[in-house]
């Protein structure tokens, strides 16, 4: 099982700022088949990236996936007030499985 | 748009069977969509449980698939997921989710809204 690892654990930032969250992967992710999710409370999760980089339809521009191999990042270019939430990432080139979550909370 | 519900019994009791169902609208089944369950215990990370393509053709997570039936029903346009043998540790909001097509299978696209079910005496 490819154990996937978030931080920081909670980001606390002010709207129009930029929120920087990483996944580290204990081994390499597989074609880099990473994705990105947003979950807010009692809400299912949406999808952000996947591909490590590309966008899903709908997704603003202000979201941006990087990264390979056993390191990635979601980039939030500027923090709207609706972008305040829990934010995983997930592999799915061997299995399925996610990170523990990055909280972004307003500062 | 692909909408997705849940449905199934909130409380099971411990050795039993937890039993859902997710029903499809605005898609079919018959895609070449997988399609999966992914659970998430209170205050934990999500954990993908397995999935089904509609052939009937079947992916489990190793760490559950001896306790996971997966199946589909064409004619209702819904698949269904049996978990066996439940402790505490199963109590979960459970979702359904269609997965994307073609290279990026694998990552979930549409979700349902998810169903809390708790094991419990």
């Known amino acids: 099982e490819i154990v996937l690892t978030q931080s920081p654990g909670t980001l606390s930032l002010s709207p129009g700022e930029r929120a920087t969250l990483s996944c580290r992967a204990r081994?390499?992710?597989?074609?880099?088949?990473l994705a990105w999710y947003q979950q807010k409370p009692g809400q299912a999760p949406r999808l952000l990236i996947y591909g490590a980089s590309s966008r899903a339809t709908g997704i603003p521009d202000r979201f941006s996936g990087s990264g390979s191999g056993t390191d990635f990042a979601l980039t939030i270019s500027r923090l709207e007030p609706e972008d305040f939430a829990v934010y995983y990432c997930?592999?799915?080139?061997?299995?399925?499985?996610f990170g523990q979550g990055t909280k972004v909370e307003i500062k | 748009q692909v909408q997705l519900q849940e449905s199934g019994p909130g409380l099971v009791k411990p050795s039993g069977t937890l039993s859902l169902t997710c029903a499809i609208s605005?898609?079919?089944?018959?895609?070449?969509?997988?399609w999966s369950w992914v659970r998430q215990p209170p205050g934990k990370r999500l954990e993908w449980i397995g999935e089904?393509?509609?052939?009937?053709?079947?992916n489990h997570n190793p760490s559950l698939k001896s306790r996971v039936t997966i199946s589909v029903d064409k004619s209702k346009n819904q698949f269904s997921l049996k978990l066996s043998s439940v402790t505490a540790a199963d109590t979960a909001v459970y979702y359904c989710?269609?997965?994307?097509?073609?290279?990026?299978?694998?990552?979930?696209?549409?979700w349902g809204q998810g169903t809390l079910v708790t094991v419990s005496s």
């Open positions: 997930q592999q799915y080139g061997n299995s399925r499985t």
């Open positions: 605005g898609g079919s089944i018959r895609s070449s969509n997988w």
């Open positions: 081994q390499t992710v597989n074609s880099n088949y």
């Open positions: 089904i393509h509609h052939s009937g053709n079947t």
């Open positions: 989710a269609r997965e994307m097509d073609g290279f990026n299978w694998g990552c979930f696209d549409y």
